[in-house]
């Protein structure tokens, strides 16, 4: 692997870091690589407690490195069709679909400019951070593409199917604020601030119930297209599998004493 995305693991916490900051982290078909081989890492990893996902530089991900993808255009457009979907089948898709299916929560922290796939990849993340000066855009319309990474999944089931079509359709790029008011982010504060705000959330997170952290993944992950009648046997299914953690003890202890849990993540 490459190093235009870095994987490093220190207190349990394993950070993702999209490495082309000269380029404000635009994908290249080398990074789609490199992101699919860190994905994989990040899945067979132990005693991991949080994922962070974060650009170097002052950016999180400046959307599809343009520059690259003009060097297929010696192709044929039937063969250009063809390598690009090879392109997103092989490394792209099976990278958003491990990220999904971590069991750990995964956040999201974004400066700068945060479009196309940068965008994507942050609303597949359980919970995103970002700077007062972050900008946004889906960018795809705007040199004559559609979505890839997930964004046609994840954005209506965020925004409402209303508010994604004019997003994607029309382009416009928006500010930390929007951002937050369309319930893309959970939080905006200064840029001075990001850093030690997000450690202040992983520090949360890592002393939560890790257990019923994975269980509340995938009940949201299946909630979207499961009938009720499916979603209620889900809920009693993970509720009791929490109930066989110590975690479950610990926490309704801590309650009738009046302390903060423990928790150990069993």
């Not at 190093?3 to 950070?15: F, G, P, Q, S």
């Not at 990040?42 to 599809?64: I, N, Q, S």
């Not at 063809?82 to 929560?105: D, G, M, S, T, Y």
């Not at 850093?195 to 520090?203: I, K, M, P, Q």
Request: neutral net charge; contains cysteine; hydrophobic residues 50%.
């Amino acid at each position: 692997m490459a190093n235009t995305v870095l994987l490093d693991v220190e207190n349990r916490v394993a950070t993702l870091t999209l490495n082309r900051p000269a380029q404000l982290n635009a994908l290249s078909i080398e990074m789609m690589e490199d992101l699919l081989a860190a994905a994989r890492r990040l899945r067979d990893l132990k005693d991991v407690d949080v994922v962070v996902v974060t650009g170097a530089g002052d950016h999180f991900m400046a959307g599809g490195d343009l520059k690259d993808f003009a060097t297929q255009f010696h192709l044929g457009p039937q063969a250009r069709m063809v390598a690009f979907r090879a392109i997103i089948e092989k490394h792209i898709n099976p990278a958003v679909e491990i990220l999904q299916n971590l069991q750990q929560p995964v956040i999201a922290k974004v400066r700068g400019a945060c479009a196309g796939f940068g965008l994507s990849l942050m609303l597949g993340c359980d919970l995103a951070l970002c700077a007062d000066s972050a900008k946004f855009t889906t960018a795809y319309s705007s040199i004559g593409l559609s979505a890839d990474g997930g964004m046609s999944w994840f954005l209506p089931r965020i925004v409402g199917r209303r508010k994604a079509a004019e997003l994607l359709l029309l382009g416009d790029r928006f500010d930390a604020a929007e951002a937050l008011r369309l319930s893309l982010v959970n939080r905006v504060v200064a840029a001075a601030e990001l850093d030690a705000e997000t450690a202040a959330l992983v520090a949360r997170l890592q002393n939560g119930a890790r257990h019923a952290y994975g269980e509340i993944k995938r009940l949201l992950a299946s909630s979207a297209d499961a009938k009720i009648e499916t979603q209620l046997q889900s809920e009693a299914e993970a509720f009791a599998r929490c109930s066989a953690t110590g975690d479950f003890v610990e926490g309704i202890n801590a309650f009738l004493e009046k302390r903060k849990p423990g928790f150990g993540g069993v």
